[in-house]
């Protein structure tokens, strides 16, 4: 299957917006070596993926802003 970017960028802000809701939630990743973070650590891995949802919204806001290339 090939993907545009489009549909990447919407899948992957599918799977950002479900690692911040899981986040939220405090739930445990699924491998349980991963689900003993300290709080310093959980702040950073908050942080990183509310940055990286922010950087996909720019991207889709951005490529919708400007018309097709004509060739």
């Known amino acids: 299957m090939i993907m545009g970017k ?3 960028l919407h899948e992957l802000a599918v799977e950002v917006e ?3 809701e899981l986040d939220r939630a405090g739930t445990p990743p ?10 310093y650590e959980a702040q ?3 942080a990183d993926l509310n940055s990286l949802h922010s950087a996909i919204e ?3 806001t951005d490529a919708r802003s400007y018309p097709p290339a004509h060739d």
Do not use: H, Q, S, T
């Open 6 to 8: 489009d549909d990447f």
């Open 58 to 60: 720019a991207l889709e």
């Open 44 to 46: 950073v891995e908050a």
């Open 18 to 20: 479900a690692d911040i």
């Open 30 to 39: 699924d491998d349980e070596a991963e689900g003993v973070l300290d709080p």
